[in-house]
C-alpha cells in the first residue's frame, strides 16, 4: 500500500494550487480518504475526507468554500482543489486512508509522504 501526493509549492495569496494522491496497493473507491495537513508548531487537522458510503464529504469549517475533493476512480487518485489560497493555508499537506467506508477524525491506517504548500507574496 502506498501514498505519493504531489503538486504542492508556493504560490501568492488569492491562488490556487492542486494536489494529487496517487494510490497503489488498494482501490481508492473501496475506502474512506481524507487530506490532513500540519503547520509548523501546530497539530495536524483534518481538512477533508470523503465516505465511500455515499461519497459524501466533510470540509474542515476553515476550507469550507475554498478547497474541492475529488476522485479519478480510473487513475486510483484522489485531488485536493485549492482555490482563494491564504497564508494560513501553509502546511504540509497529506492524504490518508481509513479502513472503512466511513471517514473519521483518527483510524487512519495508512498516509503519503506530505507535499508542502507555502503562500506567501
Known amino acids: 500500500v502506498q501514498l505519493v501526493e ?6 501568492q495569496p488569492g491562488g490556487s494550487l492542486r494536489l494529487s494522491c496517487a494510490a497503489s496497493g488498494f482501490t481508492l473507491a473501496d475506502y474512506a480518504i ?12 483534518g481538512v477533508v475526507c470523503i465516505s465511500r458510503n455515499d461519497g459524501s464529504t466533510t470540509y474542515a469549517d476553515s476550507v469550507k468554500g475554498r478547497f474541492t475533493i475529488s476522485i479519478d476512480n480510473a487513475k486510483n487518485t484522489v485531488y485536493l482543489q485549492m482555490d482563494s489560497l491564504k497564508p494560513e493555508d501553509t502546511a504540509v499537506y497529506y492524504c490518508a486512508v481509513r479502513w472503512s467506508i466511513w471517514c473519521g477524525r ?5 498516509w503519503g509522504q506530505g507535499t508542502q504548500v507555502t503562500v506567501s507574496s
Open 6 to 11: 504531489s503538486g504542492g509549492g508556493l504560490v
Open 106 to 110: 483518527d483510524g487512519y491506517n495508512y
Open 34 to 45: 481524507g487530506w490532513f495537513r500540519q503547520a509548523p508548531g501546530k497539530e495536524r487537522e
